[in-house]
């Protein structure tokens, strides 16, 4: 049965489409080629809730699902693929942890402000030696009095530096691998945390990353996220609710680069013909919606599951990795299609093969997606 959103589902799409589309579109191109933070973009998705999409009311958030967050990012990818990406991490694997796991006290004192806004949230685990193996961190964690202090160095952190607060993974105890690992809401203003390089990045211009350091960082007792021990569980379902929201932005790409490779297709003419008339061209159009409506089910069904309460890991890696190889695909056939002008600034199809590239890359590359889908298949 084809998962069909509801009427609210539908609301909220509109909503988020209208604004993407008349705000955020706007600044797209502007901001891709400047290498700019979308300030405008990110203030408007704060005065429409869409930083508190996972936040309860209590809390000053939007209390939408899942589904609702997986297309909100997906309508904001369209767009500007920089913009979903902030937001998409911002609500899931920064503010959506707190949500799940913090004390009422971090609650009180960290959901209102992230939902409206007023602080952008980042998430920390991946370390120079510890990528695709993120339990071979080696940032330490050591208590002194009221205190824990942290050293060690993150990188390819998402909002590095626009960021407010960072979830912060770290190692407190003797045990190898995922046992000794904690987690921990440290501030942006903490002595001894400093942003370092700030990558140039291949796509993705608006959306900051690079290394976060922590030396000596100081932090209450009371910002220890979970239990002492269980913050690799903290980042495990983290990372499995983010990468829904990144296969929404994957749809997103994809649904971008489709509509565009059907307009200038249907524009351009070759022997006095429009491209689009084409038996090769129409069977690749057809190929590349075919798998973004397939991609989309699957995105959904995740999203669903998660909002239900139910096991919805080895979907989201489905998710996850059907979706992001077809953003890659479908950009790229986009650009095939356009041609020569596929290939320069003047249209969008080269920024979005650019910014397709990076969503099989993070939130766990889709070599992992493979090897946690086995996992799951093989149990």
């Not at 979005?352 to 969503?359: I, M, S, T, V």
Request: glycine share 10%; net charge negative; with cysteine.
């Amino acid at each position: 049965m084809k998962l069909e959103p509801g009427p609210g589902n539908r609301a909220i799409r509109e909503a988020v489409r209208e604004f993407a589309q008349s705000t955020v579109r706007a600044h797209a191109e502007d901001v891709d080629r400047r290498h700019r933070f979308p300030q405008e973009s990110i203030a408007g998705a704060a005065a429409l809730g869409l930083l508190g999409m996972l936040v309860p009311a209590a809390y000053g958030g939007a209390n939408l699902d899942h589904l609702d967050f997986t297309i909100c990012v997906e309508e904001l990818a369209q767009a500007c693929a920089s913009t979903a990406v902030i937001v998409d991490v911002h609500n899931s694997v920064a503010t959506e942890p707190i949500v799940l796991f913090g004390s009422d006290e971090q609650k009180r004192e960290w959901l209102p402000r992230l939902a409206s806004g007023e602080v952008l949230g980042a998430f920390a685990l991946t370390e120079p030696a510890s990528g695709s193996d993120a339990a071979a961190l080696r940032t330490v964690a050591r208590r002194r009095g009221g205190d824990w202090v942290l050293t060690g160095r993150k990188v390819f952190i998402t909002n590095v530096g626009v960021a407010g607060m960072y979830l912060v993974f770290a190692r407190t105890g003797p045990e190898p691998g995922a046992s000794g690992v904690s987690a921990f809401i440290v501030p942006a203003d903490t002595d001894g945390l400093r942003v370092g390089q700030v990558f140039e990045k291949m796509g993705l211009h608006g959306s900051p990353t690079g290394e976060l350091v922590l030396e000596e960082a100081r932090v209450p007792a009371a910002n220890l996220l979970h239990a002492e021990g269980r913050g690799f569980a903290v980042a495990m379902r983290a990372l499995d609710s983010g990468r829904i929201g990144i296969s929404g932005q994957a749809l997103g790409i994809a649904q971008a680069a489709l509509a565009e490779a059907l307009e200038y297709t249907r524009q351009r003419e070759q022997f006095s013909n429009p491209v689009s008339s084409f038996q090769g061209v129409g069977f690749m159009l057809a190929d590349m919606a075919t798998r973004v409506e397939a991609g989309r089910q699957m995105a959904y069904h995740a999203a669903a599951l998660c909002s239900a309460g139910e096991p919805f890991t080895r979907e989201a890696s489905m998710a996850k990795l059907f979706c992001t190889d077809t953003a890659m695909d479908v950009a790229t056939d986009a650009v095939q299609l356009a041609g020569g002008y596929g290939f320069i600034e003047d249209l969008p199809f080269e920024r979005h093969f650019r910014d397709a590239k990076a969503l099989q890359i993070y939130e766990g590359t889709n070599q992992v997606q493979r090897l946690v889908i086995a996992r799951q298949l093989l149990a």
